[in-house]
Structures are given as C-alpha cells and as structure tokens.
C-alpha cells in the first residue's frame, strides 16, 4: 500500500476496528455522524476537535505528542519512528504503546517511518511545544541576507551567496551536537549559563535590544557572545529565543528529559478496617438528609432567585434544618438537584420543589436511594463547592445557580474514586498524591480548579458515605463500574438488617434497635414523634403525636394493640395511662366542614326546612335546634331556600368554613439535569458500527464519483459543495504536500467558477493559491470558495 | 458489623441495650466521654456533647480510644461524620495550655495559629498580657478563671496545668469511728484529687458529704464550704463533726445570723451574694484565709453571682458536689470551666442496686378538677393557670387520704404555695415549715422528726436541699416549681437514705388531670424515669381509702 497523502488517506486506510476505536476514543467526531472519511477528516483536522482530544491526552501521552510535533516542526516534516523514540528518551518499548495511541485518536497519521501530528493538535500545544522555541531557519529567518552573510562569516562557514543556502549551512551547523560543542568549548561560562536557563524551557528570554546587529568581533556580553554566534536569536526588539535545534542538541539530541509514563504512586497514609462500616453509615445518614430536604421543600419549597439559584438564607434554613453546616447544605441541595429530586417548578413565583420523580425514589428502599444519589454525583458537572465564592462580577455564588458546572468536575470526581479504587480495600492516601495522580492522568483537562476539585471530592465522598475515613468504601468502589442494582447490592449488606419491634419504656420512648421494617414504621411515625436517628430510631410519645394517630380514627385500643403487637417488652403503665388520657379528651370537642349555615331563632321553621324534600340537595344536618349545616354554597341556599318560598337573609361571609388538607409542592415531571461535560455522549457500540458502515458507503461513492471524474480527463469535476471545514483541511492538506487541487468558486457576479490551483499557504480566511493555467498567484477567501477536490 | 450492645445514633447519642451481655463493658468504654442522659429500663442513653469530650481528655482519654470504643461497641457502622466530629472537637482541647512560668501564669499554644485566632477576639484581648514569643502570652493571674471560660465558648477550651496554691495546712482526718467511707465515695474523692479541680456527680442520699469530708481529709488544709442555706449549713457541720477529726472550734459558721471564720468556714450562698449598694460586703470571706481547698455543694444550684467569684479563685482547688450537671439555666459549661470537669459520676439505680440508697416506689396520683375550678381554670390568666390547678381542693383531700393511708411511715408534705400548705397543714393536724419559719424553729421540728415524735411535716421549699431527714419514707409532692426537674430529683432524694428495716421508700406527686399541672409533672418526671425510675399513675378515685400502702396500679 503506498504512504498516505493525508489525514483522509490514512484514515481511509484503517479497519474498522481501528476506525470505532477512533470514534469511541473522540465521541465528537461521530456526532453528526460524517458522510465519508474525508468529512471525518476534516472534523477531526477542526482545532475545537483536536483540542478536545488533546485534553484528553495523559501525561506520557501528551509527552510523546509534543515530542512529534517539535520534530515534527512547522513545515509539519515526517518524523520516522526510531527519531521519535530517541527524543522520548526512553526504549522503544515505553514511546510505541503512546505513539500507536496518538494515531489510533488521529492526533498523528502517516506510517511509522512518515509519522506527522495532526496540524490541529500542533497549533492546540502552542509556539513551544515541550518548551522548544522556532526552529533555527524560522528563528534567523527574519534577518536581512546582509546580517545573514555576517552569521555565516562569525561562525566560519563558507557563504553559498544565497541567503536561504546560507541559512541551511547555518542550521546544518547549529543543529549537529559535535560541531556545538566545539564551537560552545570556547564560550564564556556567563553564556553557557545563559542556554542553560533556556534549554529546558522556557525557550525564549526577555532583554532589551534583543535585535542589535552584533558580529563575534564586538560581542561584549555573555549574551552578545551568543547572538553573534546565531546560538540565540532576536524573537522581537524585547525577547531572544533559543533556536528549537541548538535546544535539542543541548538537551543531547532528545526533546524530553524523561518519559513520565509511570502514574505517580500513591502513598498508603492510613489503613483501617473499618472503612466499609464507616462510609455505610454514612450513605445511610446521606439518604436520610436528603429525604428530610425533601420534606423540608415539599411543605415550603423555597423560592428560585430572579438570577437563579437559591438564596443564602434559604440555603441557612436548610442547613439549619439539615443540622450541617452551610458547605454541606449546599452539597445536598445539589445533589437532589443532580438526581433530579428537585427542581425548579416553573410556576410565576419559581420555588424549587421536589419532583413527582422524588416520590418514586422515596418509595425505594435505602440502598437503592443511595445508589440513585452516587450515581448521580459521580456525573455530575456541578461543583456545590463553589457556593458562597465570588465569581467575574463579584458577587457570591449561590448554591442551584447556573455557573456551578465545571466540565473537569466529572472527569476528576472519577479518577479519584478510580486512584483510591486501586489500593487495597481499607487504604487512604494523600490529597496530594491524588492530586498528582490527576494532574497525570489529564494534565491539560484537569485544570487549575484541580487542587480543589480533589479535595471537594473527598469531602463530598466522605459525606455521602463513598468514602470513609479517606478510603474508599466498598460500595464506592462498587460504583465506579456496577449498574446502580449491583451497587445497592453491596451496600445492603453493609447496613443493618431491618427489625420488626420496638422497645417500649416508662419514659414514654420506643426504640427501634435498627431499621424498622415498613408498616411498623409508619404506624409508629404517626402515633409518637421521632427524636434521635441513626442506626436505632427513638420515638417519643408526647400527648399531640397520641392526638394525631387519633385524629386517624385510631382509638385507645388500637393504639395499644399495635403497640402490643410492635413491641418486644410489655406495654409500660405510664405509656397505657397517655393513651388512655389522650383518648378521654379526644374529640371532646369536635370541628367539620359546612359550606354555609343556616340559622333562625324560630326553631320550626328550622325544622320546616329540614323536612322539606326540596332542600334536600343541600344536604343540610341539625347541629343544634336553632342551626344546621349545609354542604352548599350560601348562594345555592340562598336559592332553593327562596323557591321554596322562604324569605332568608344573608349572614356576611365569615360563617364559611373550608378546610383544605396542606398540598404538597411538585415540580411538573422534570427531565435530570445533562453533567455539563463539554463531551457528546459517548456513542453506543452499535452506533460506531453504523457510523464506520456509513463512512464505508460514503467512499465507495466518492470514489465512485473520482473515478467519473477521471475518465473525463482534465475536465473540471461537478463539485459538491464542501462544508468548510472540509475545505479548508483540503486546502492545507493539498498546501503541506505541494499538490493542485480544483476548487470551485463564485466569481462577483456570483457565477461558479471551477479552476486548477496549487495552494501555498492558508491562513487567517485566506488562501493564497498558484493559478495552474495562468501561473499567477491569487489571494481567495475562504468563504467565497464552495467546493474543492483533488485534480 | 459486630454484634455490639451499643447504637450510634446521627445526632451524637449512644444507646445502650441494657440486657446485652457486653453491655457493662461498653457502659465502661463509653463512660469517660459520653454523659449519660436517661436511664429508663431498656435502653440507656449517652450523649457525645464537646464538654464530654473534653472532660475525657482532661482524664487522659484520647480520640483514638474513644472511635475504638465507639466502633467496638457499636452494633451498626458508625457514620463517618460523627467519627470525624469526635477527633476533630476532642483535638482543640489542649491546644492551648495555662502554665506556670515562675510566678507568671502563661498561655501556651502547641498550634500558633489557635493562638492567633483567640487572641484576635475582643473578650480574649483585655485577659491577657504582653506577647512573649510566637507560642505563649502572658495571662493575668486574677484572669485565669474567666479566660478559661471565654476560651470554653470560643470552643478552645484550656488545659489548666498551671496547679494550686496548697493553702494554709491544717490537720484534717477522716474519723471512721462505728463507719467507714464507702468505695464508690473513695473513688470519688480519688477521682477528683488526682483530676485537682472538679465535680463529682452522686444521687441525693449517696453522701455527698463524706466526699466532702474525704476531700478535705486529702487537703489537709483549710478548707470554705460553700452551701445553699443556713440548715444546710448546720448540716455539714454535725456531719464534719461526725465524720471527722475537726472539733467544734474549728468549724465556722457563715451565714446571715453568725459570721465565723475559722479554719473550715461553711458559708451559704445566699450570704455571699447579699449585696448592699451595689458591693458584695461578704466577698472577701473568699480571701479572708488561704483556703486550700472550696467545696461547692449543689453545684448545679450555684447562682450566677457566685460562678464570677469563683472565676477568682482558679489557684485553689475547687470541688463540687451535685445529684444532677443538669442545670435549668443551662450553664453547664461554666461549671466545666470555673469548678473543673466532671470526675466522677454514679448512675442512681447502680448505687441503689448496691444498697446505698433506697429504693423508691413513684407514684403520680392524678385528681380531677371539680367542675367549678375547672371553669375558674379555662378562663384565667395563662399565669395564674399554674396556680389554680395546682393548689385545687381536690388534691388537700388526696393528700390526707394518703396520709391516713400510711400510718407510721415518717411523711413529708411538700409544695410551692404556702396557702395550700397551711390548708394542708390545718387538715392533717401537723407542724409547716416554711421561708418563714424561724432557724431555731425549724431546727426542733426537724429533730422531732428525726427523733420519730413528729410523724408529718409540711414543708415548701425550703426543705428540697440538703436536709438530711434520713428516716422519711413518704412523700407527698403537691405543687412545685413549674416543670423543674432537678426539683424533683431533690424532692425524691429527701427520701433514699437507706432505711434501718430496708424498706422502699413512696413518693407520690400529685397532679390535676387534663392542666398545665400534669404537662408540668411530665416534664419533671423526665429526669427521674430517664434515670430509671418509672412512675406508676393511679387515679385519686381508685386509692384505697384506708390500710396499708396504695399500690401502683
């Protein structure tokens, strides 16, 4: 198979094996899905694209990356492969495995002797990949030819009397390590102190007249030693730079000190046995906080801010309420929010309320409400410890606002789960260790949010009960990779199993020594309130919760028969006597629903209206002998009292009792907040598949449609529009190789044109291309161009 | 999981299953940090309070040994939380130090930045003196009391190593003539010498005073008592005669009708706290001696004015004595920082169970209003509402009712409301001891009483501390303060000295039904049913009306 011309080309090429792995490695690329290979290409080419994949990258990856691309130049040179490996510094062995990642991600292309980065991920790296600055024909390229010709003299070298000749012979010089040494033998140890501060970069160094014409005759300084001798060069009136070629032969002809591809070892700070107990308390503790959030917001959800977000006193309240402190408040709210268990409710007066998808996950047992919250935490692109700071216009965050997403959150959230997943059960180690576990794992990703973001996920973890004493418990880990059944699994069995009776005592408390099972639950949620919870659940019984379980219909006995049936130890006498009182005063007085009232002081014509069939419809009852109650509206009395040909008088209105039983807020149904990642999702195994079939079929017809072309030999071709971005990558790809290229394009009178032109460069919307026909050289813009192929 | 006797629960308390076989080890384990808050027959609860935790490192406990005790213990995972709370509130004490420096007295911080943080508070500024170096800063010697207590609220409390004056010597010994000190009263003493200052916590009737006695034995140097009024007073007198080598003429008395001071000087509070144009002209009793050693009986009694004095009085040892740490004025914390850490604590029914105190029978008896005060009650005042209910006809004709019940036992009629008790006194024939009732007076009828001639007294209140009427087996509460527990631990304690026949002694509590009086009865009652003692309720109709003793229903 002959070399690939292109990113298109060698993608082309690929099996499809290697092409979902592309897809799966870089989700962006397969979303919308590409017509054909050359349109994946060109995604792929796209700096968004390539910047995504670059962020990605880990440490030794990134490495190598940068390592191509500083051989690999501006002029976007091959590199063959053993030169890459000599300038990773390490075996081939350790550089080939990153290498063969780089072009699986299509970051690089090209065989293993032409292996050329992506111009993309290039320009993503910056001027100084892996801290080299230009190279040496860029870096004295902007000399006059005069001071050129007065380099080749100071550096002894025969002048060819063409300045780009001359530039060659000096780079050939600078650029090999035996020659430097000899010519560095005689520097003044100032001056090799000097490129000793640059080598490893930063390459470029600010002095004043850095531009100065200097010859090695008048060279006073240390650093005017090194610019007479071309061993630094001007990058501006203010700065010089070390040319990237002397820097790598300093750097003994490698470009990177030392391949990091070992992850920094995490050191085992703590071990406990107890972790799993720990962190399971916890999770059960995290469930009940955000059920009694739940309950807090369903009775008075709190208001939604105008800017968004919840307020701070309405973020104290529930923190007061929660009994935690305002951070961890913040993190509840969040995380219900995450879950999608609140949400704002969308009404005029916008209150956060509970969702009817909380009422389902109320109704879960513990495990598997837990697993619903980690979960949700695990993704999440929220950052609840960001609440309370203050953000560009300085005022403080509040917790539910929209500037809480940080796409590094999730990423980092998980490697540390994963880091602490991968010491033995029962370890801990140090923030800082996790921190720079990160910092390897997705050195550009992680960002400078990232110290934080792993302390928070300690923070958060350990409240949420993943964590436990610093280390992961077993259901954390559990998380990281078993669907949410599996993981309430795990974590069932670390909780206390369920009990079915309590403990009654004299002093009016009943104990439930664990878990209580449902239906003793609730019965005895009404009849005493709860007053400490944990592990064991006490309940006390006060003359109200008695009351209240009575207002149910429940009368002594039944209370005590319950209790009787729920209790392992005899019903205490003072227990009995409360009921029994409660009972006695229950309903002594008694309170109904009328929806008007009818009163007279003539009792039978009271009575007269009651025995009348035509007042039946109001459903009236006596109540006393001079009143009755309806269960119409005054206005319906009113009138049928009148067809029956009564004279009644209207009474004002504050005779109306309506009793309304409390609503519980609800949001409409709520979708779950999408993590804002920055990622598309990642594609189905199913949808790569289709997606390369789909790149397949695109081929065969572009070919089909070259092939066409070619039999109508210098004809130009029917040009489909191209999108841009494929055009441009077109463009480049046909300027870096030198090759002609048709392009189509609208002319000011907007007729399409169709000519051969070979591109040279393309830069900044502008394509400066040679006229194959004419021979000029024509300057286009881009975005008058509506098509390209290949001649 | 283990399967441990021990619950944790989110909010900082421990239950503890009392019929678990680990549970004397875990009541042990748990005991040096956690105060025991209620004691009914089931479950006992503990709780975790930052003072506990400071206690327990002040007795050398440290947060590792108190997340193993818990985590041991405890039948379900401990949450993480509460471990991390628990190490977390039990490392700031101790980070700062009062220390002796020559005859300088020195803040000491182990961590500089607390340091730093306490000194920028306003209350810490005016208490303490020049720098001396980037970890200590000198402290006035007269501040050292109050600086502890600012340093408590700031939740930096100071570990205080800066010792004790010994006072002036003064032979003392305890004289176990015909008796001897019990153990848990030794370890008591024990507990609060090596701790130097402190509170030893010990139910009414347990002999506070012989703990007393003992620690003045170990002090052997003079010694101030102070008490909550002048029987009181006599009390401790006769008792230290008693109990130990002291002679009358050493033994002073300070209260409003002598002024002795002599080389153990009982004082009462009231005494040191009377104030005359706007001085305390009693202060300097405090510094009329070199007192080596302040006793504090009732210490959950001690009135505000006094906690400031003692804030002086940090050089000495101090030792308190109390039935309950539980204060309605919720000052807890002063009483930790001014007198010390609890040292020593018994739980009532543990004693009992060893036959030091007796044991009791309550009984709540309730009354039904009659119909014409129960109108009178629905309409009045909120603040007359206690009053009324609580002084209803009814009870007097309960009161006697029980009384005749249980002829010969020793009885005690206690109330709030003089007027009812005079009521009560008139109907029953016998003798009322009220604020009114001269010392003398009260004296002879307590002694008439003790010696069996007077088989009744009514009393008010002034009769609920440190009385010592150790063969009353009957009482009968009518009103009270209100919902006042620690009254009602006081009111039961009158009747647990240890009878010479052994029996159990009866405290009924009568309480009108469907009032204020019986919310109030609740509330009192918590104390003693969460230490274990269960209150049987009868109702006034269904008591027999004559014979032996009324049995709970």
Redesign the interface.
Same mark, same amino acid.
């Given at each position: 198979m002959p070399a690939p011309r292109s990113l298109a080309d060698d993608l082309r090429s690929r099996d499809d094996a290697t092409l979902a792995e592309l897809l799966a490695g870089r989700p962006d690329l397969a979303a919308p899905v590409p017509g054909d290979t050359a349109s994946l290409a060109a995604r792929a080419s796209t700096r968004v694209s390539a910047q995504r994949a670059v962020d990605r990258l880990s440490t030794p990856q990134l490495q190598v990356l940068e390592a191509l691309v500083a051989l690999s130049g501006s002029t976007a040179d091959p590199v063959a492969l053993p030169a890459l490996v000599r300038a990773c510094s390490a075996p081939r062995a350790r550089v080939l495995p990153h290498v063969r990642h780089l072009h699986t991600l299509a970051l690089a292309w090209g065989p293993d002797a032409a292996l050329r980065p992506v111009r993309a991920a290039a320009d993503v790296l910056g001027p100084t990949p892996a801290g080299l600055g230009a190279t040496l024909r860029e870096a004295h390229g902007t000399r006059s030819p005069a001071r050129i010709r007065d380099l080749v003299e100071d550096l002894g070298l025969a002048g060819t009397g063409d300045p780009v000749g001359d530039l060659d012979a000096v780079a050939a010089l600078l650029a090999d390590p035996a020659r430097l040494a000899e010519l560095l033998a005689d520097a003044p140890p100032a001056s090799r102190e000097l490129l000793d501060r640059l080598t490893w970069g930063p390459p470029t160094g600010a002095v004043p007249g850095a531009d100065r014409a200097i010859r090695t005759a008048e060279a006073g300084s240390p650093l005017e030693w090194l610019l007479a001798r071309g061993l630094l060069a001007a990058a501006g009136p203010g700065h010089v730079v070390l040319p990237r070629e002397v820097a790598v032969a300093l750097r003994g002809g490698a470009v990177l000190a030392r391949l990091d591809d070992e992850p920094p070892a995490l050191a085992r700070t703590r071990h406990s046995p107890?972790v799993?107990?720990?962190?399971?308390? !916890?999770a *059960? /503790?995290a469930v009940?906080l955000v059920e009694a959030l739940l309950t807090a917001w369903s009775a008075a959800p709190p208001p939604v801010l105008r800017a968004g977000g919840l307020g701070v006193r309405e973020l104290k309240r529930l923190g007061d309420r929660l /009994?935690v402190d305002a951070d961890q408040a913040a993190f509840w709210a969040e995380l219900a929010r995450a879950a999608g268990l609140v949400a704002d409710d969308g009404e005029a007066d916008a209150a956060w309320a509970p969702t009817p998808a909380s009422d389902d996950w109320l109704d879960l047992p513990v495990p598997q409400r837990w697993a619903e919250l980690a979960g949700a935490w695990l993704r999440t692109s929220r950052v609840p410890g960001l609440v309370g700071e203050k953000d560009a216009r300085g005022s403080a965050r509040t917790a539910l606002s929209d500037d809480l997403d940080r796409t590094a959150a999730a990423p980092v959230r998980r490697m540390v789960l994963e880091a602490l997943a991968s010491l033995d059960p029962g370890e801990a180690t140090s923030e800082t260790a996790l921190l720079d576990r990160v910092r390897w794992q997705a050195p550009r990703r992680v960002g400078a949010l990232a110290p934080r973001l792993v302390a928070w996920t300690l923070r958060e973890g *350990?409240?949420l009960?993943a964590?436990? =004493?610093g280390a992961v418990a077993e259901h954390g880990r559990a998380l990281l990779d078993q669907p949410p059944a599996d993981v309430a699994e795990v974590l069932r069995r670390? =909780?206390?199993e369920p009990v079915e009776q309590v403990?009654l !005592? *004299?002093? =009016?408390?009943a104990?439930a020594?664990?878990p209580l099972v449902h239906p003793v639950a609730a019965e005895l949620a009404l009849a005493a309130d709860v007053d400490?919870?944990?592990?064991?659940t006490?309940y006390r019984f006060t003359p109200s919760s008695v009351r209240r379980v009575m207002d149910l219909g429940r009368s002594a006995d039944d209370v005590l028969a319950f209790l009787r049936g729920a209790s392992a130890?005899p019903v205490? !006498?003072?227990l009995e006597?409360l009921v029994r009182?409660v009972a006695r005063?229950h309903g002594r007085l008694r309170v109904g629903t009328a929806s008007s009232y009818l009163r007279s002081d003539d009792e039978a014509a009271l009575a007269e209206v009651l025995a009348a069939r035509a007042a039946a419809p109001l459903r009236l009852r006596r109540l006393a002998p001079t009143v009755a109650a309806a269960q119409a509206d005054p206005a319906t009395v009113l009138d049928v009292l009148r067809s029956m040909g009564m004279a009644p008088a209207v009474e004002g209105d504050d005779g109306d009792v309506v009793v309304r039983s409390p609503t519980a807020r609800r949001t409409p149904p709520r979708q779950v907040p999408r993590p804002v990642t920055g990622e598309p999702p990642t594609p189905s195994a199913e949808t790569v598949t289709a997606v390369v079939a789909g790149l397949r079929s695109g081929d065969s017809e572009a070919v089909r449609r070259a092939q066409a072309e070619a039999d109508g030999t210098g004809e130009p071709p029917q040009l489909t529009a191209t999108d841009p971005a494929s055009a441009l990558a077109a463009l480049r790809d046909a300027a870096a190789q030198g090759r002609a290229v048709w392009v189509g394009m609208s002319d000011a009178a907007g007729r399409l044109t169709v000519r051969q032109y070979s591109p040279v460069a393309v830069d900044g919307g502008l394509v400066t291309a040679l006229d194959a026909t004419s021979g000029q050289v024509r300057t286009m813009s881009v975005h008058r161009i509506s098509g390209v192929a290949p001649a | 999981?283990t399967d441990g006797p021990l619950?944790?629960?989110?909010?900082k308390?421990l239950?503890l299953?009392v019929d678990h076989p680990t549970s004397a080890a875990a009541r042990k384990a748990i005991a040096p940090f956690a105060e025991l808050e209620?004691a009914?027959?089931?479950?006992h609860?503990y709780r975790i309070t930052p003072l506990g935790l400071w206690n327990a490192r002040a007795a050398g406990h440290d947060a590792e040994q108190v997340v193993d005790a818990l985590?041991e213990h405890?039948?379900?995972?401990?949450?993480? $939380?509460?471990?991390?709370d628990v190490a977390e509130t039990m490392d700031r004490y101790g980070r700062l130090r009062l220390e002796k420096d020559g005859d300088r007295l020195v803040l000491h911080a182990t961590d500089v930045p607390v340091l730093e943080e306490v000194l920028r508070s306003k209350k810490v500024a005016p208490l303490v003196g020049e720098r001396l170096d980037r970890e200590s800063v000198l402290v006035h010697p007269s501040e050292r009391g109050n600086l502890k207590q600012v340093l408590l609220k700031l939740g930096w409390p100071a570990e205080d190593l800066a010792g004790y004056v010994d006072g002036e010597a003064h032979p003392i010994e305890l004289d176990e003539d015909g008796w001897a000190i019990r153990p848990y009263q030794q370890q008591a003493v024990d507990g609060f010498w090596d701790g130097g200052s402190g509170v030893v916590v010990l139910p009414c009737g347990a002999g506070k005073t012989i703990v007393g006695a003992g620690a003045m034995a170990k002090a052997k140097a003079t010694t101030l008592v102070l008490v909550t009024n002048t029987v009181s007073a006599r009390q401790w007198r006769s008792e230290l005669l008693k109990r130990t080598s002291l002679t009358e003429d050493e033994i002073g008395e300070y209260t409003g009708s002598k002024k002795e001071v002599r080389p153990v000087t009982i004082a009462t509070y009231q005494v040191l706290t009377t104030r005359r144009k706007g001085v305390y002209p009693h202060l300097e009793l405090l510094d009329a001696r070199d007192w080596g050693l302040v006793v504090y009986d009732e210490v959950h009694l001690l009135p505000a004015p006094i906690f400031r004095m003692t804030a002086d009085l940090q050089a000495r040892r101090r030792l308190g004595l109390t039935a309950t740490l539980v204060r309605e004025d919720g000052r807890e914390g002063e009483v930790f920082s001014l007198i010390g850490p609890k040292r020593f604590d018994a739980p009532w029914k543990d004693i009992e169970a060893q036959g030091w105190i007796a044991p009791a029978d309550c009984v709540e008896v309730r009354v039904t209003l009659p119909d014409g005060e129960r109108l009178a009650y629905a309409t009045a005042e909120p603040e007359e509402k206690y009053r009324l209910c609580a002084t209803s006809s009814s009870k007097t004709r309960v009161v006697e009712q029980l009384v005749r019940a249980n002829p010969g036992e020793q009885t005690l009629v206690i109330g709030q409301y003089l007027d009812q008790l005079a009521e009560i006194g008139e109907h029953l024939d016998a003798p009322v001891i009220t604020g009114e009732t001269s010392v003398a007076e009260r004296q002879r009828l307590f002694d008439a009483f003790r010696a069996g001639d007077i088989h009744v007294l009514v009393v008010s209140k002034v009769a609920n501390f440190s009385i010592d009427l150790p063969e009353a087996s009957l009482a009968v509460q009518v009103s009270g303060s209100f919902g006042s527990r620690q009254e009602e631990a006081q009111r039961l304690g009158r009747l647990l000295r240890p009878k010479a026949d052994g029996r159990t002694a009866r405290f009924y509590t009568v309480v009108a039904?469907?009032t204020v009086d019986a919310d109030f009865a609740a509330h009192r009652q918590?104390f003693l $049913?969460?230490q274990g003692y269960?209150?049987?309720?009868v109702d006034a109709d269904d008591l027999p009306h004559a014979g032996s003793a009324a049995a709970?229903?």
């Open positions: 107890h799993d107990g720990a962190a399971a308390g !916890q *059960a /503790e009940r /009994e *350990a409240w009960g964590l436990g =004493l670390l =909780l206390p403990l !005592q *004299a002093d =009016l408390t104990i020594p664990g400490s919870r944990g592990g064991a006490v130890t205490p !006498q003072a006597v009182d005063r | 999981m619950i944790v629960q989110s909010d308390t239950l299953e209620r009914p027959e089931h479950v609860t985590i405890s039948r379900y995972p401990v949450p993480h $939380a509460l471990l991390v039904r469907d918590r $049913a969460e269960a209150y049987s309720i709970g229903a």
